[in-house]
């Protein structure tokens, strides 16, 4: 992953596991040791998604860059169908507290794309390639008879 990859990682993952944590103490104190799990689960299975599509988003952008923005649009829209899957599954759980589970799943998603998306702002990228430096020998222009 190169640095500039790994530091918007860093500047989108840390607001998110902080916004986790504090999700995870609220849902303690306000539903018991079901709603800190419920809270724990559904702020990591945010992370995981949200991790695993801004690496597919990543590649896609290596690979196949006329691609990117269909393919983000599309992944954006897969990974909240499938968010809105996993809470439907669990609605009626007895594991953990269904209500703690998808208020953290959601609050961890905003998070994680409000954090996104500071994070592109700040970054800087050249949206023109600069020009390479002209070497100190002159090039060859003709036969060299």
């Not at 530091?7 to 709603?35: E, M, Q, Y």
């Not at 990543?58 to 809470?87: D, E, N, S």
């Not at 953290?104 to 994680?112: D, E, F, G, K």
């Not at 500071?118 to 970054?123: E, P, V, Y």
Request: net charge positive.
């Amino acid at each position: 992953m190169p640095s500039n990859d790994a530091r918007n990682l860093l500047l989108i993952a840390v607001p998110t596991a902080a916004a986790g944590v504090v999700a995870v103490a609220v849902s303690g104190a306000v539903a018991g040791g079901k709603g800190a799990v419920g809270a724990a689960v559904g702020v990591l299975l945010a992370m995981l998604f949200m991790g695993l599509g801004l690496y597919a988003l990543q590649w896609t952008a290596k690979k196949l860059p006329q691609l990117f923005q269909a393919m983000g649009l599309m992944l954006y829209v897969a990974q909240l169908l499938l968010l809105m899957i996993f809470v439907a599954i669990f609605k009626n759980t007895s594991l953990f507290n269904p209500k703690a589970f998808a208020l953290s799943l959601v609050v961890a998603t905003v998070v994680w794309m409000a954090a996104q998306a500071r994070a592109h702002m700040k970054s800087k990228i050249f949206y023109v390639d600069p020009e390479p430096e002209k070497s100190e020998r002159p090039e060859k222009s003709g036969s060299s008879s």
